[in-house]
């Protein structure tokens, strides 16, 4: 990491220790264990999320397919090595290019070598930037028809609502003309299956929380006390999220690139929202971006969607 980078990074771990509910954004989940852990979240019994939303791909990729139709460039936002990517790489029908796109170059670029391997007569062009910002697409030899974005997991969630729709908006851009948004969207439901999706018994998720701040005191200088903090997920129902902080048990000061903080007992640092929506509520976002949700496939316990959206 650039100096520079590492610089502007520290200062917005300051400020977002400044604001009156301490917050530290989730992009600090991911260093190397973080990574691991997450995947490791995915596989966990608790964790529906995942196994659900493959199962909604599989049980319909046939007309997933027919919808795409052939000749398409797949954009991929975020890690680019799951499961669900596969099942698409496999079925849709002589796809033009595949064009993951990721923040964290070395984990974007292994698994670009590992798909290439593995469907070797795909053209595989990896895009290293921030999703949330505009980015250039890359020219692929043969001239797609369409572009369709894929945003699986559920990551829109993890947005606040104005960040959700302005990522929307930069995918309808991304999408162009004829393109679609395929997206794996997490539904309202039971809190206690939410809650308990985020609350593992193995406490993985708890593991990747906490490690936030083990990766803060290593790459950033900082000196929390590790033991005093704990993991909490809770869903708050007025917004349809689960709000994932850090919990402090003892006052303490924390050193961070030379501010110091006092951190009360039993005070939080909000680390993570993770947003539940209704059908008609995510449409009616998806709407505002531009989209229109053209199909909206589930699975029978309407735990989560799939939902292709085009271009209204
Ligand atoms: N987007 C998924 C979700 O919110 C995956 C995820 C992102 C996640 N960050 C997480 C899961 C932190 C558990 C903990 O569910």
């Given at each position: 990491?650039?100096?520079?980078?590492?610089?502007?990074?520290?200062?917005?771990?300051?400020?977002?220790?400044?604001?009156?509910?301490?917050?530290?954004?989730?992009?600090?989940?991911?260093?190397?264990?973080?990574?691991?852990?997450?995947?490791?979240?995915?596989?966990?019994?608790?964790?529906?999320?995942?196994?659900?939303?493959?199962?909604?791909?599989?049980?319909?990729?046939a007309?997933?397919?027919?919808?795409?139709?052939?000749?398409?460039?797949?954009?991929?936002?975020?890690?680019?090595?799951s499961?669900?990517?596969?099942?698409?790489?496999?079925?849709?029908?002589?796809?033009?290019?595949?064009?993951p796109?990721?923040?964290?170059?070395?984990?974007?670029?292994?698994?670009?070598?590992?798909?290439?391997?593995?469907?070797?007569?795909l053209?595989?062009?990896p895009?290293?930037?921030?999703?949330?910002?505009?980015?250039?697409?890359p020219?692929?030899?043969?001239?797609?028809?369409r572009?369709?974005?894929?945003?699986?997991?559920?990551?829109?969630?993890?947005?606040?609502?104005?960040?959700a729709?302005?990522?929307?908006?930069?995918?309808?851009?991304?999408?162009?003309a004829?393109?679609?948004?395929?997206?794996?969207?997490?539904?309202?439901?039971?809190?206690?299956?939410?809650?308990?999706?985020?609350?593992?018994?193995?406490?993985?998720?708890?593991?990747?929380?906490?490690?936030?701040?083990?990766?803060?005191?290593?790459?950033?200088?900082?000196?929390?006390?590790?033991?005093?903090?704990?993991?909490?997920?809770?869903?708050?129902?007025?917004?349809?999220?689960?709000?994932?902080?850090?919990?402090?048990?003892?006052?303490?000061?924390?050193?961070?690139?030379?501010?110091?903080?006092?951190?009360?007992?039993?005070?939080?640092?909000?680390?993570?929202?993770?947003?539940?929506?209704?059908?008609?509520?995510?449409a009616?976002?998806?709407?505002?971006?531009?989209?229109e949700?053209?199909?909206?496939?589930?699975?029978?316990?309407?735990?989560?969607?799939?939902?292709?959206?085009?271009?209204?």
């Amino acid at each position: 990491m650039s100096a520079a980078t590492h610089d502007r990074e520290l200062r917005e771990i300051i400020d977002g220790l400044q604001q009156s509910e301490k917050m530290i954004s989730p992009k600090y989940f991911y260093d190397e264990r973080g990574s691991q852990l997450f995947d490791q979240i995915t596989t966990l019994p608790e964790y529906y999320q995942t196994v659900t939303e493959l199962g909604i791909m599989r049980a319909n990729i046939a007309e997933l397919s027919t919808l795409i139709g052939p000749q398409a460039s797949l954009i991929e936002y975020g890690s680019g090595s799951s499961l669900k990517t596969r099942v698409l790489l496999e079925h849709l029908v002589d796809l033009a290019v595949y064009v993951p796109v990721d923040i964290s170059e070395d984990h974007l670029l292994s698994s670009a070598r590992q798909i290439r391997s593995e469907f070797p007569g795909l053209e595989v062009l990896p895009v290293v930037a921030d999703f949330t910002k505009q980015f250039a697409l890359p020219d692929p030899t043969v001239m797609p028809l369409r572009n369709i974005v894929y945003f699986p997991g559920s990551t829109i969630g993890n947005f606040t609502d104005d960040d959700a729709r302005e990522l929307l908006r930069v995918m309808h851009h991304e999408a162009g003309a004829n393109g679609a948004m395929l997206i794996g969207v997490d539904l309202q439901k039971d809190p206690a299956i939410i809650e308990r999706a985020y609350n593992d018994s193995a406490g993985v998720t708890a593991e990747f929380n906490l490690n936030m701040l083990r990766h803060l005191n290593r790459a950033y200088g900082a000196d929390f006390d590790l033991p005093s903090w704990s993991h909490e997920a809770k869903y708050n129902e007025t917004e349809g999220r689960i709000e994932m902080r850090l919990l402090n048990s003892t006052l303490q000061t924390v050193n961070i690139g030379h501010q110091t903080f006092v951190i009360n007992e039993r005070e939080g640092i909000l680390t993570e929202y993770s947003h539940k929506y209704t059908l008609g509520g995510f449409a009616a976002m998806a709407e505002q971006a531009g989209f229109e949700v053209a199909k909206v496939w589930t699975d029978a316990g309407q735990l989560f969607s799939v939902q292709y959206c085009v271009r209204a």
